[in-house]
């Protein structure tokens, strides 16, 4: 079983991981305002689903490091910590717009909003670092993994679907908000301060 504070740890990184604008994010905001909130439900869909196949295999890359050396697992931590903060960072230092030009057709189907944004979730380099060197620090190797993985992957589609529906629900507001650069000055230095306290967190955790 995890721990209350395993689990609030957990929370924290995940938390500030999903709130940073990505594609996902950006493309979810951009569904909300060509679209409405309900017809964007299926890319929140497709970008679950697609985070679960991440999850599938982060699963498959569990059992090699119940192998592995101390030395290895803590050189793992070490990258999740710095990449937080590499991402931190580029939101701090980003001169460029945030990305809000994405073309939609008013005419797309749910089934193709929901697989436009399986592949967005699959392929996104914010989301696949995640799973390769965060998610597996918050498994206990030495207790049952089905448990574990059950409660952690629901604590991270629950979070990611909140912000996703932040950014579909606001996509109109957020976008007219963002079209100012002295906002996302202010949106990039949140979220890259978010980034770096969640790196700090885990750097100072055991």
């Not at 990305?99 to 797309?108: G, N, V």
């Not at 918050?138 to 604590?155: E, G, H, N, S, W």
């Not at 679907?161 to 908000?177: D, E, P, Q, T, V």
């Amino acid at each position: 079983m995890i721990s209350l504070s395993h689990w609030l740890l957990f929370f924290s990184v995940t938390f500030a991981v999903s709130a940073s604008p990505g594609p996902l994010m950006l493309l979810t905001m951009s569904n909300g305002m060509h679209y409405g909130y309900f017809r964007s439900l299926p890319g929140m869909l497709g970008a679950s689903l697609g985070n679960l196949i991440l999850v599938g295999v982060t699963a498959l890359g569990i059992g090699l490091l119940v192998h592995s050396s101390e030395e290895k697992l803590t050189a793992l931590k070490w990258f999740g910590v710095l990449y937080l903060i590499y991402l931190g960072g580029k939101q701090f230092f980003s001169l460029h717009r945030y990305a809000l030009s994405i073309q939609t057709d008013i005419q797309t189907s749910g089934l193709q909003i929901l697989f436009k944004a399986f592949l967005v979730s699959l392929t996104n380099p914010k989301g696949i670092i995640y799973f390769v060197a965060l998610f597996p620090q918050f498994i206990v190797l030495q207790k049952p993994l089905a448990l574990q993985f059950m409660i952690l992957t629901l604590t991270f589609l629950v979070t990611d679907l909140i912000w996703m529906s932040i950014y579909a629900k606001g996509g109109n507001i957020l976008a007219m908000w963002l079209k100012s650069a002295g906002h996302q000055y202010y949106i990039r230095c949140l979220s890259g301060g978010l980034l770096i306290v969640a790196a700090l967190i885990l750097a100072f955790s055991q």
